[in-house]
């Protein structure tokens, strides 16, 4: 029940494409969704997030999209570049005080000139 | 600026050879955790503090240690290290009020 399956494992985009990767969660108490960015050699870094009562989140070329009834959400990032080329990890948790996040498994994206 | 950060950012060990991780953060956050990430894998949690709460996930082997003596330093001390330890080991915090982690550039742990 705390687990957060992840999809695809690895992505090729050509330049200027939409990169979509695809995250499915089961606990329905998890009410923060953060996706986070981990280039190699360095620390994972927070790209954006949603709570579940907005469906959608925009921020530049990352959106992610939320569907609480399906228990799944997802990033695009649009017009992909080189240098988004990264392991994208999405992740659950509850809010406030600590919480454990459940991270996905990940997804190596190669974004190609 | 750093606000969190790991040193060093290498480290090799003998096999069995104890060693000391440490993290330090100018966030002043009251939650720190300590993260195993092996190659192609997302992170493991190994534990947490909440302030000075010391708190032990459960399949966290018995050969990892952890220290905090204030709210900005952390250690993770590994007793006696294996050849499955060998491993990216990343240190987060953030505050008790906020959910967002701020990861600590990782330091890689070579055993031999």
């Known amino acids: 029940q705390q687990q957060v399956k992840q999809s695809p494992q690895s992505l090729i985009v050509q330049k200027g494409g939409i990169s979509i990767i695809n995250c499915a969660y089961e606990n329905t108490a998890f009410d923060y969704f953060p996706w986070y960015q981990q280039f190699p050699g360095k620390g994972p870094a927070l790209l954006i997030a949603i709570r579940p009562d907005v469906s959608e989140k925009k921020e530049g070329r990352f959106t992610i999209s939320f569907n609480k009834s399906a228990k799944q959400f997802s990033l695009h990032i649009m017009d992909s570049q080189p240098g988004d080329s990264a392991t994208y990890f999405c992740?659950?948790?509850?809010?406030?005080?600590?919480?454990?996040?459940?991270f996905g498994t990940g997804t190596k994206l190669q974004v190609i000139p | 600026d750093a606000m969190v950060i790991q040193n060093p950012r290498y480290q090799v060990t003998q096999f069995g050879k104890p060693v000391t991780l440490s993290c330090s953060q100018t966030?002043?956050?009251?939650?720190m955790y300590w993260y195993q990430q092996k190659s192609s894998q997302a992170p493991k949690l190994l534990f947490h503090?909440?302030?000075?709460?010391?708190?032990n996930e459960a399949d966290t082997p018995d050969n990892f240690q952890s220290r905090r003596p204030n709210t900005s330093f952390c250690f993770l001390d590994i007793r006696s290290p294996g050849l499955g330890d060998a491993a990216m080991y990343l240190c987060?915090?953030?505050?008790?009020?906020?959910?967002?982690?701020?990861f600590g550039p990782g330091t890689r742990l070579t055993v031999l």
């Open positions: 992740a659950a948790s509850r809010s406030g005080g600590y919480q454990k996040v459940t």
């Open positions: 987060a915090t953030k505050t008790g009020r906020t959910d967002t982690q701020y």
């Open positions: 966030l002043n956050h009251n939650v």
């Open positions: 503090y909440y302030d000075k709460d010391f708190n």
